[in-house]
């Protein structure tokens, strides 16, 4: 009889990707539905979709999703939380999704401590809608609308997410990882279900920040993106925990 070593998470739909391909939103998925499934949760979860190329996550997850319009998932996985709190209840947003047009719905969330899961996927561009400059284009980046690289006299300067929210006493839970290689993501993976386990335990608010890769956009091959993200996003993003209820190690 052979042993199995790896298998397609139960929280995942058997159902082929719309992702370009490099794009790790796929590795992301697997490791939410992992969490899920190993916290013994996923039959008691609802996820909420944002707007952008993460659009069409309720067709991936084997979980009740709710849709949203564009920047307010975290409101409506309030409203949500607080009709159903026997309910684990998680948004999935990119950067443009969540520090963009959702700006005040993720900081007031957070600042309110509301006992839901935040999975924020960072690519530093807006995907779906054409490679335009997001909240988080760092410095220099070449896109769509900074054809010569963002510039902070005329752009302004990247957010960085985890910082801004770890400030607020309701985020009880913030982290940044990446996917960008093996032992990465299997820390990515811990982050995540701790997040959700922060939810299980009523701690308060959760966010795992995840640098991720979008080579169509960046206009390089899936090799060149991840050497991209590891040469310049994470020194503009460090890898941390920065909130824990168990403690930042």
Excluded at 119 to 148: D, E, H, K, R, S
Excluded at 158 to 166: H, K, Q, T
Excluded at 209 to 223: A, Q, R
Aim: hydrophobic residues 40%; proline residues 6%; neutral net charge.
């Amino acid at each position: 009889m052979a042993r199995v070593i790896y298998e397609k998470p139960a929280g995942i739909a058997d159902v082929v990707t719309h992702y370009c391909p490099g794009c790790t939103h796929g590795i992301i998925h697997g490791l939410v539905a992992e969490s899920l499934n190993e916290l013994g949760v996923l039959g008691e979860t609802i996820g909420v979709a944002p707007v952008g190329c993460a659009v069409l996550a309720y067709n991936y997850f084997n979980c009740d999703m709710q849709e949203a319009a564009h920047g307010r998932a975290p409101a409506v996985a309030t409203g949500i939380k607080r009709v159903l709190p026997d309910r684990i209840v998680f948004t999935y947003q990119g950067d443009g999704d969540l520090a963009a047009i959702g700006t005040a719905e993720i900081v007031h969330a957070a600042a309110r401590g509301e006992n839901i899961t935040v999975i924020f996927v960072n690519n530093a561009i807006y995907g779906m809608t054409g490679g335009q400059m997001a909240p988080t284009t760092l410095l220099g980046q070449v896109t769509t609308t900074t054809p010569y690289g963002r510039k902070p006299e005329a752009n302004g300067f990247p957010i960085r997410v985890c910082e801004m929210l770890s400030t607020l006493e309701g985020a009880a839970y913030v982290a940044r990882v990446s996917v960008h290689d093996i032992n990465n993501i299997r820390k990515a993976k811990k982050a995540i279900k701790e997040a959700f386990q922060t939810q299980i335990d009523k701690k308060g608010f959760s966010i795992v920040e995840v640098l991720s890769t979008c080579p169509t956009n960046w206009g390089l091959t899936p090799v060149e993106a991840i050497k991209w993200l590891k040469n310049n996003m994470i020194p503009h993003y460090p890898l941390a925990t920065f909130k824990s209820p168990w403690g930042v190690k």
